[in-house]
C-alpha cells in the first residue's frame, strides 16, 4: 500500500494513516500497520497533545478506533482538520450509528468506509490469514474496493460487502448472544472441573475470548445496535420455555 489514495494524484508516496484511539483493538491495528504505512497516532490518554492529534487528522485515511459512544464528540473536533479527500474509516461493533455520523459530521467530499474486524486481539494470536471483516461502502466506492483489496490481498481477510442494517442485524446475535451468554457463565461460580467435555471446553473458550473486552464495547453491542433488544428478548423467552418444561421434579 505504497500509492497514494488521493485523488487526482500521480505520484506514488507512502501512505499516511491517523489513528485515533489506542485500546486494545488500536494496538491491534497499529501493530498491523506497523512499517507498511506512515502511522501517526492520538489518543488522549496514551498519546495525547495537540500537534499529534492535528498530525494523525490530516492524514490520506483517517481510523476511527474509539467507543462509538464517544464517535460524535470526536468527529466534531476532527471535522475542521479532515482533508476534503481523505479516508474516513470506523472499526466500530455497529455499524448503523457509526455510518450515520460519519456521513453527517465528515467533509461532504471524503470518501467513508464503515468497518468491523470479525476478530480481536485474543483471536487474532492465531493469525489474520482467513479472518472476516464487514465492509460498509458509505461513500466513495472506489477508494472501498482499493482498501477491501489491500486486506485481502496484504492481510488474507475474507471479504464481507454488507449494508450498515444488515450488518447489525446479524450481529444482535453473533454478538449479543455470544457476549450474554459469556457474560452469565463469567458471573456463575463454577466448581472445580476435571470431567469436561468438548462442548464445555468450546463454552469457556467463548468466554475467554470476550471476558476482557471493555464495558464500551458491552454498551454498544447491547445498546448502540437497533436490533440488539429483540434478539436478548427472543433469547429471554427461550429460557423461559426451557425453564417452564423442565419444571419442578416429579415423584417417581
Not at 423467552?237 to 416429579?250: C, K, T, W, Y
Request: proline share 6%; with cysteine; hydrophobic share 45%.
Amino acid at each position: 500500500m505504497t500509492a497514494t489514495l488521493r485523488r487526482g494524484s500521480s505520484q506514488p508516496r507512502r501512505v499516511t494513516v491517523g489513528l485515533h484511539g489506542y485500546g486494545s483493538f488500536g494496538r491491534l491495528v497499529a501493530q498491523a500497520l506497523e512499517g507498511r504505512v506512515d502511522l501517526h497516532i492520538y489518543d488522549p490518554v496514551s498519546s495525547p497533545g495537540q500537534e499529534r492529534f492535528e498530525i494523525a487528522a490530516a492524514c490520506d485515511i483517517v481510523i476511527l478506533a474509539m467507543p462509538v459512544q464517544r464517535m460524535r464528540a470526536a468527529l466534531l473536533v476532527l471535522r475542521p482538520l479532515l482533508r476534503d479527500d481523505c479516508v474516513l474509516i470506523d472499526v466500530s461493533s455497529v455499524k448503523v450509528e457509526p455510518a450515520s455520523l460519519m456521513l453527517e459530521l465528515a467533509p461532504p467530499t471524503c470518501a467513508i468506509l464503515a468497518t468491523h474486524p470479525l476478530f480481536g486481539p485474543q483471536s487474532a494470536r492465531r493469525g489474520l490469514d482467513g479472518a472476516k471483516i464487514a465492509l460498509v461502502p458509505v461513500r466513495g466506492g472506489r477508494e472501498a474496493r482499493r482498501i477491501a483489496a489491500y486486506l485481502r490481498r496484504d492481510f488474507r481477510l475474507a471479504i464481507h460487502w454488507v449494508t450498515a442494517d444488515e450488518h447489525d442485524r446479524e450481529m444482535a446475535y453473533v454478538q449479543g448472544l455470544t457476549h450474554l451468554i459469556a457474560r452469565i457463565v463469567g458471573d456463575m461460580t463454577l466448581p472445580p472441573i476435571r470431567l469436561s467435555t468438548r462442548t464445555f471446553d468450546l463454552m469457556r473458550e467463548m468466554v475467554s475470548l470476550v471476558e476482557n473486552d471493555s464495558d464500551d464495547l458491552w454498551g454498544a453491542i447491547v445498546y448502540e445496535n437497533p436490533h440488539a433488544a429483540s434478539a436478548i428478548r427472543e433469547f429471554a423467552q427461550s429460557l423461559d420455555i426451557v425453564r417452564g418444561a423442565i419444571g419442578p421434579r416429579r415423584n417417581r
